[in-house]
Antibody, heavy 118, light 107 residues
Framework: EVQLVESGGGLVQPGRSLKLSCAAS????????MAWVRQAPKKGLEWVAT????????YYPDSVKGRFTISRDNAKSSLYLQMNSLKSEDTATYYC???????????WGQGVMVTVSS | DIQMTQSPASLSASLGETVTIECRAS??????LAWYQQKPGNSPQLLIY???SLADGVPSRFSGSGSGTQYSLKINSLQSEDVASYFC?????????FGAGTKLELK
């Protein structure tokens, strides 16, 4: 059974940093792209980052480019999201999701809440 | 960026009814379209991919259709467990983009 378990969320002040983690199991992690998708409270879904199988290629929307960094450790079947210079508009539930190039997000974690507020 | 326009924003229907949700892309996405269901308090789940392929374990009352820029999700014989929000998503290009969602309630 595919399982994705996020951790590392919490309350952080604007301008500070936070690092999210996602532990994957139930599939060969190194064979899949992985992604982060977020959802602001009572809002829709926004793709945040994607990383290739080896980690050599990463993709971001303009809203987080230069502030967020996605990374992975295939030996640990783990995905990460380093978030710097956080803004109030980054407040959201962050989901880890399994992915491939030109493929939907076929499995999602339960999500972790990030609140950016002073 | 490709804009995804989803309609309606909310929908109220009776048990057993057939409902349709529409999604329009701002340019051709070559059927690289998915539909997700999100029940309150839960994470999204993949329903349909490649515009019309049913994801594993999804009941056959769900179906998807469309091509080019116009796509739709149909739910036949609405069940109480179908109360949820539904989102479309294009994965033809980065940034992958989502529709704003449709909240489906029981009448």
């Amino acid at each position: 059974e595919v399982q994705l378990v996020e951790s590392g969320g919490g309350l952080v002040q604007p301008g500070r940093s936070l690092k999210l983690s996602c532990a994957a199991s139930g599939f060969t992690f190194s064979n899949y792209y992985m992604a982060w998708v977020r959802q602001a409270p009572k809002k829709g879904l926004e793709w945040v980052a994607t990383i290739s199988t080896s980690g050599s290629r990463t993709y971001y929307p303009d809203s987080v480019k230069g502030r967020f960094t996605i990374s992975r450790d295939n030996a640990k079947s783990s995905l990460y999201l380093q978030m710097n210079s956080l803004k109030s508009e980054d407040t959201a539930t962050y989901y880890c999701a399994r992915h491939r190039l030109q493929w939907p997000f076929d499995y999602w974690g339960q999500g972790v809440m990030v609140t950016v507020s002073s | 960026d490709i804009q995804m326009t989803q309609s309606p924003a909310s929908l109220s229907a009776s048990l057993g009814e057939t409902v349709t949700i529409e999604c329009r892309a701002s340019e051709d996405i070559y059927s690289n379209l998915a539909w997700y269901q999100q029940k309150p308090g839960n994470s999204p789940q993949l329903l349909i991919y490649d515009a019309n392929s049913l994801a594993d374990g999804v009941p056959s009352r769900f179906s998807g259709s469309g091509s080019g820029t116009q796509y739709s999700l149909k739910i036949n014989s609405l069940q109480s467990e179908d109360v949820a929000s539904y989102f479309c998503q294009q994965y033809n290009n980065y940034p992958n983009t989502f529709g704003a969602g449709t909240k489906l309630e029981l009448k």
